[in-house]
């Protein structure tokens, strides 16, 4: 059983909106990441399933938002604006223990346990 999949990545151009998927039960905590190529992954939203606390990096914000549907046991990544620096792989992760560092932690790899394969998203200029 793979414990997150992501899906929705794809090709679309500058200004374009893409939705991203993340399938993921009995989490406290799921993010989003993207590494571009040549770049470290980099920690870019994230919330908390218990109270729907939301985080997002400085690149992102303002752009993206992240959703979660309790009903489909689904996190989204609603992305617009998109543009070519947004091109990287996207990965979702996420962790199941509570922790009251989640507003300092957020960002970091360690913070979570479980990880997707990730999906393309490629932003044509």
């Known amino acids: 059983q793979v414990p997150l999949a992501e899906?929705?990545?794809g090709l679309?151009?500058?200004?374009?909106?893409?939705r991203l998927?993340?399938?993921a039960s009995g989490y406290t905590y799921v993010g989003w990441f993207r590494q571009a190529p040549g770049k470290e992954?980099?920690?870019?939203?994230?919330?908390d399933s218990n109270d729907g606390t939301t985080y997002y990096g400085s690149s992102v914000k303002g752009r993206f938002t992240i959703v979660r549907d309790d009903t489909k046991n689904t996190v989204?990544?609603?992305?617009?604006?998109?543009a070519p620096e947004d091109t990287a792989i996207y990965y979702?992760?996420?962790r199941r223990r509570w922790s009251f560092r989640f507003g300092s932690r957020w960002f970091l790899e360690d913070f979570y346990d479980y990880w997707g394969q990730g999906t393309q998203?490629?932003?044509?200029?």
């Open 21 to 23: 998927s993340c399938a």
């Open 12 to 18: 679309v151009q500058r200004g374009g909106s893409l």
């Open 41 to 47: 992954r980099e920690g870019i939203s994230s919330i």
């Open 76 to 82: 989204y990544l609603q992305m617009k604006s998109l």
């Open 92 to 94: 979702c992760a996420a």
């Open 121 to 125: 998203v490629t932003v044509s200029s």
């Open 7 to 9: 899906s929705g990545g």
